[in-house]
């Protein structure tokens, strides 16, 4: 084996460890996510089932609502100010996978919605979102 051939051999292990040390803190796929782009079949699975995800906060929508992951699945019914959540914390979140249904979100999650929220949950309609139960702050690591 040459020289340059052992050199690149080494190099894309080498690559890959960088990469992933990386990626620690980076918003990754949730459960819900992962259910959505496997089609209408994972979705209805995962549908009124409890998850527990580990993932980092992507935006904060508005009191009663915030978003984890690469593809910002809904986080709902917790109060991110008064728990001092902010982008970028990695929180643990426990909750029931609902889908957004307006009709839903006015009888029977009974939360004081701001504008902002509402908008995002009218605009988000038929997708999943994780109601919570429990929402609690990792450690940095």
């Known amino acids: 084996?040459?020289?340059s051939s052992k050199?690149?051999?080494?190099a894309l292990p080498a690559a890959a460890?960088?990469?992933s040390a990386l990626m620690v803190g980076c918003a990754e796929e949730t459960p819900v996510q992962?259910?959505?782009?496997?089609?209408p079949t994972a979705e209805a699975a995962i549908l009124?089932?409890?998850?527990?995800?580990?993932?980092e906060v992507t935006e904060i929508v508005g009191p009663n609502l915030f978003t984890v992951g690469e593809d910002d699945t809904p986080?709902?019914?917790?109060?991110?100010?008064?728990?001092?959540?902010?982008?970028?914390?990695m929180v643990q979140v426990t909750g029931t996978v609902r889908q957004i249904v307006q009709t839903d979100i006015e009888s029977e999650w009974d939360w004081d919605f701001d504008n902002d929220e509402m908008?995002?949950?009218?605009?988000?309609?038929l997708d999943l979102a994780v109601?919570?139960?429990?929402v609690r702050e990792l450690p940095a690591e």
Do not use: P, W
């Open 17 to 19: 460890a960088v990469a």
């Open 1 to 3: 084996m040459s020289t």
């Open 75 to 89: 986080v709902v019914g917790v109060d991110a100010a008064a728990q001092d959540i902010q982008d970028g914390d």
């Open 34 to 39: 992962e259910a959505e782009e496997a089609g």
């Open 48 to 55: 009124d089932e409890t998850v527990t995800m580990q993932n």
């Open 7 to 10: 050199k690149e051999m080494f």
């Open 119 to 125: 908008d995002y949950l009218v605009e988000r309609e």
């Open 131 to 134: 109601i919570a139960d429990e």
